[in-house]
């Protein structure tokens, strides 16, 4: 990020553009955690900078008319269709204020100013991009499995407490940790979308594999707690927890070593802890099914098939 916004000021004094500032801004504000997200993030700042670039200028063009409207009214009149434009489109979130900057600060200049910052802006956005790429980059890949690592752990944990007598308090805190984590995974899903896009990541199905198994897997767990609520708290499942959260941590583990490791118990254990014609026994049926379909989709991206000889 600092490398990012020494350079933008300095293309800006190379260029002689007279507010630089913004480059150096732009940098700060889209230099993210990999380069997926650094795309985003630029794309929307250069897509809010535009729209809300053109419509300031028409704000100041009704200025210089004179046609005797008053400075709030033209602020309104540039406003409203940005605002509603964010409300459709997201991406366009800083056209509003754009907008009004551009209205405000030119006054009575000519509109070279917002082209102008739209100029600096656009710079600030491919140094930024330029940086995230070739400066110890971190692609959008790697960020996804990562997250998709955390996720196994959470699943584990999160089916040790249905098996368990825990409160519904500390049910719920579970599956919230859930849902914000496959929040979290869908945006690093776009990122990578973005950089394929970008054409700067090859054509790679597993991560929309990956996080299909992830899907299929809470909703298998979320059906376990429902077939464990029946039963009487007597019955000792710790075991059966135990050999879960095991099985989840051995598929992370894959995922953050990029080695399949073939010590762990065999998926077949877990059906030695509840009948099969029980609704408990039905429920792990499916999600031993899942979690082999995993461990085979782990394998095939640890060890992809050699090509045929010619």
Known sequence: MTLAALL?????????LQQGYWA???????????????????IARVAGTAAGAVMGGVGVLLLRLHL?????????????PLALLVASRPIFRLAPLTGALVLLL???SDLAFAFSRIAEIALGCGIGVLVSLFVLPE????VLLGHAAAILDELGAFAAILL????PVTRERGAAKLRAAFAQIQNDMKEVDNERAARLLRSDPFPERLVRHLQRLRTDVNMLGRAVAPRSGGENLAGLADLLKRQFEASAAVLRTHAISETHEPLDELMKAAEAETPLGFALAT?????AELRQALKDWTMPAKPPHS
């Open 8 to 16: 933008a000021y300095l293309g800006t004094e190379l260029v002689g």
């Open 24 to 42: 150096v801004i732009t940098c700060l504000i889209i230099v993210q955690g990999s380069l997926g997200a650094t795309i985003s993030a630029g």
């Open 68 to 80: 005797g409207l008053p400075e709030w009214v033209i602020l309104l009149i540039v406003i409203i």
């Open 106 to 108: 030119a006054g009575s």
């Open 139 to 142: 692609r959008a890949t790697s």
């Open 164 to 167: 368990g007598s825990a409160e």
């Open 287 to 291: 999600l031993q099914n899942e979690l």
